[in-house]
């Protein structure tokens, strides 16, 4: 298979996922348009978003897949890869330790308050991250890639169920 052929098959598999998410929004916005949907505009904005973002990674997963098989030869990529997933993961126990700090800690209005807000988006992509890192992992050639990227997937879980049992706490 040429590298062409190769890129272009990646590519359709992400324009397909896009389209696929963008099917999904379409139809739930139809199913949902109503005085609510026009009072609060911007949650039902923000939720469509989240939900976009949900469907296009999971439809996404098998272009990923593809990407990271032939991507295999290239040591140089896994070192990256590596590195960068293992500082997301720590940017995100980071995000997770700011927030349950501010909401136990600080007034609410105080700066570190603030940054939980920032935080909270930090922790709403975990479970993207999650998948991408626990796909890489599957793929990676070699022992310290392939452990790098696990301890980002648990890494990236535990902020998930961690973010689950806080909300379900209230």
């Given at each position: 298979?040429t590298p062409r052929i190769k890129v272009a098959s990646v590519l359709g598999g992400y324009v397909i996922a896009?389209?696929?998410?963008?099917?999904?929004?379409?139809?739930?916005?139809?199913?949902?348009?109503?005085?609510?949907?026009?009072?609060?505009?911007?949650?039902?904005?923000?939720?469509?978003?989240?939900?976009?973002?949900?469907?296009?990674?999971?439809?996404?997963?098998?272009?990923?897949?593809?990407?990271?098989?032939?991507?295999?030869?290239?040591?140089?990529?896994?070192?990256?890869?590596?590195?960068?997933?293992?500082?997301?993961?720590?940017?995100?126990?980071?995000?997770?330790?700011?927030?349950?700090?501010?909401?136990?800690?600080?007034?609410?209005?105080?700066?570190?308050?603030?940054?939980?807000?920032?935080?909270?988006?930090?922790?709403?992509?975990?479970?993207?991250?999650?998948?991408?890192?626990?796909?890489?992992?599957?793929?990676?050639?070699g022992r310290s890639a392939r452990i790098a990227l696990i301890v980002a997937t648990v890494s990236e879980t535990?902020?998930?169920?961690?973010?689950?049992?806080?909300?379900?706490?209230?």
């Open positions: 298979m896009f389209l696929i998410a963008s099917a999904v929004i379409a139809i739930y916005v139809a199913a949902t348009s109503g005085a609510d949907r026009q009072t609060y505009g911007a949650m039902y904005a923000f939720g469509d978003s989240l939900l976009f973002l949900a469907v296009f990674g999971v439809a996404a997963v098998p272009a990923t897949a593809a990407a990271l098989f032939f991507l295999r030869p290239y040591r140089s990529f896994w070192l990256v890869l590596s590195v960068v997933a293992l500082a997301l993961a720590l940017s995100g126990v980071a995000a997770c330790i700011e927030f349950l700090a501010a909401r136990t800690a600080f007034r609410a209005g105080s700066i570190p308050s603030a940054w939980s807000g920032l935080a909270v988006l930090r922790i709403l992509v975990a479970p993207l991250f999650a998948v991408t890192f626990l796909l890489s992992g599957l793929f990676a050639p535990a902020i998930v169920a961690l973010w689950f049992c806080v909300l379900h706490s209230h």
